[in-house]
């Protein structure tokens, strides 16, 4: 959910208790090396519908955190783990993926806090800023940085280089979905979501929140004979009455189901993937409240 409404989101969370949730290994488990491969990528559950990422560097032990807005469930994950924490990775400044940061840089002082450098600014306790196409090493695994602006000007997703990537796009890509266009165009968006059309398909997606279900009922909603997006939405209406993620995706899936994506790779109209956008925010009574305030928002708050 959008920074807006994090305090909602926040609201009787405090107490939830710690869940982990494996990813299946790329590979065969345990495999050595830099990329994705030699790491165990754990999700963790925040906030309403949040999801934090712990990679885990099988060799040494050393791990990185992705958008670990609740800083005590990163913090015990990591000790239930016996992993050193040395790297925490934001996707974008908003409060319900940044939150956490300066807890985490107060409780281990070596920590590196990376951010993107048009977001870096408004991003809590950040020692590095990173640029489009930026390669780093954390934790002794090697990650590409993407600028992917829109949803926020200075979005970054992280990329965890191997045989079969790890893609931690944030809120720009989601399952079925993309994010609010809430400091760019639809020509941004355009630009964001080509660069994940470069990668291989067998990547995996891992993205900011758990809105797979109302993504494919929207996606459904444009297709209504579409037997494969009715297929997909009983997946993942089943897993979460399991209270199971439906994440990670592949970007092969993705481009069967993500009505967003398909458009950006069918070079469709600026102007077109505008009225998806606009499809989406009022697709729900919810969806166009939210929509009315953060237009009301950036009414009085043009940068904001
Ligand atoms: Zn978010």
């Given at each position: 959910m959008d920074a807006l409404f994090a305090w909602f989101q926040g609201l009787?969370?405090?107490?939830s208790p710690l869940q982990v949730h494996e990813v299946a290994p790329a590979?065969?488990?345990g495999a050595a090396g830099a990329g994705a491969e030699g790491a165990a990528i754990k999700m963790i559950p925040a906030l309403s519908d949040n999801y934090m990422y712990l990679i885990v560097?099988?060799?040494?032990k050393q791990a990185v955190a992705v958008d670990p807005v609740d800083s005590k469930k990163m913090l015990d994950c990591c000790t239930m783990l016996s992993v050193d924490l040395v790297a925490v990775l934001t996707t974008h400044y908003h409060s319900d993926h940044s939150g956490g940061n300066a807890a985490l840089a107060a409780a281990l002082p070596s920590l590196e806090v990376v951010a993107g450098e048009k977001d870096a600014d408004r991003?809590?306790?950040?020692?590095r800023r990173v640029a489009d196409e930026e390669r780093c090493h954390w934790a002794g695994l090697q990650f590409r940085c993407l600028a992917?602006?829109?949803?926020?000007?200075g979005h970054i997703s992280y990329l965890l280089e191997g045989q079969s990537p790890g893609l931690f796009c944030g809120d720009t890509l989601f399952v079925a979905g993309c994010g609010r266009f809430m400091e760019g165009t639809s020509a941004t968006m355009k630009a964001s979501l080509s660069k994940f059309l470069t990668?291989?398909?067998?990547t995996r997606i891992f993205c900011g929140h758990e809105y797979t279900v109302g993504n494919l009922e929207y996606a459904l909603s444009l297709e209504p004979s579409n037997t494969l997006l009715k297929e997909r939405l009983q997946e993942a209406c089943e897993k979460r009455r399991q209270q199971?993620?439906?994440?990670?995706?592949t970007l092969a899936e993705e481009l069967q189901q993500n009505p967003f994506l398909r458009a950006a790779q069918k070079g469709c109209s600026d102007e077109e993937m505008s009225q998806l956008r606009r499809g989406k925010d009022t697709f729900t009574t919810l969806g166009t409240v939210i929509t009315w305030v953060l237009d009301v928002k950036s009414f009085f708050k043009p940068d904001g």
């Open positions: 009787g969370s405090e107490a590979t065969a488990a560097n099988n060799a040494t991003t809590p306790a950040v020692t992917t602006p829109c949803h926020t000007r990668l291989p398909e067998t199971l993620p439906t994440i990670p995706s």
